[in-house]
């Protein structure tokens, strides 16, 4: 017996028996750190990544984007500027703050951080924000992470309920709940749910049937934008 269902499916309250599997969160590929300010720099920071590691990380990035600005300057000044060598200076200068104006102000290095993570994230941004050469802004929102759940439910006993439902309605007794309680057991199974994407059930000879579902989980997440004043 195998069943197979897709779509919003609630999960009920798992037994003790369940094992959970959190799969690893999705990223885009990280590019170069030589690449243009079209492709965003990003810092993913676990709860155990050093954090003088990620600081190191960041200013490097920031001096690399710094460099790239310098250069384009220096390149639009040579072709625009047409007086003596002694005004050069001056010429790249004006140069690179109309660049930066341009661009609604320096590249951007983003540090990102969820769940246990976010701490760490917080004390890097606090870091940064002591500095009075660096720019500190802070995002926050969520993510959906993808859990894997299994379990096993004896057969036999689901079986054994159906019938004597059947039997119930043949004789034609009927219990139905007050409509008090059935919203109430409504309002309880939507407490805390965590949406179900997909839902596999396969039985065996035993009496036993192994209950597979794929679950999305909302975890937070902070974003830390730094860049060079």
Not at 136 to 142: A, C, D, E, H, N
Not at 148 to 170: I, P
């Amino acid at each position: 017996m195998n069943k197979i269902s897709t779509g919003r499916i609630e999960k009920r309250k798992l037994p003790k028996s369940a094992s959970i599997s959190k799969r690893p969160l999705l990223r885009p590929s990280i590019p170069s750190p030589y690449a243009g300010s079209s492709q965003p720099k990003v810092i993913y920071v676990g709860s155990k990544t050093p954090f003088l590691s990620a600081v190191k990380r960041t200013e490097k990035l920031l001096q690399l984007a710094d460099k790239r600005l310098v250069q384009a300057g220096t390149q639009s000044a040579k072709n625009n500027w047409r007086r003596g060598p002694d005004d050069e200076i001056q010429a790249i200068a004006e140069e690179v703050e109309h660049l930066k104006k341009k661009k609604d102000g320096n590249e951007e290095v983003v540090i990102k951080g969820t769940g246990k993570a976010i701490s760490k994230v917080m004390g890097l941004a606090v870091w940064f924000q002591e500095r009075e050469e660096y720019v500190v802004r802070l995002k926050t929102g969520s993510v959906g992470a993808v859990d894997d759940v299994r379990y096993e439910e004896e057969c036999q006993q689901l079986k054994d309920q159906s019938g004597e439902s059947d039997r119930t309605t043949a004789a034609g007794i009927e219990n139905e709940q007050p409509d008090e309680a059935v919203a109430k057991k409504k309002r309880k199974s939507k407490e805390g749910v965590t949406r179900v994407v997909k839902r596999e059930e396969d039985g065996d000879e035993d009496g036993k049937r192994e209950i597979r579902e794929t679950q999305i989980r909302q975890v937070s997440v902070l974003e830390v934008y730094v860049s060079l004043r």
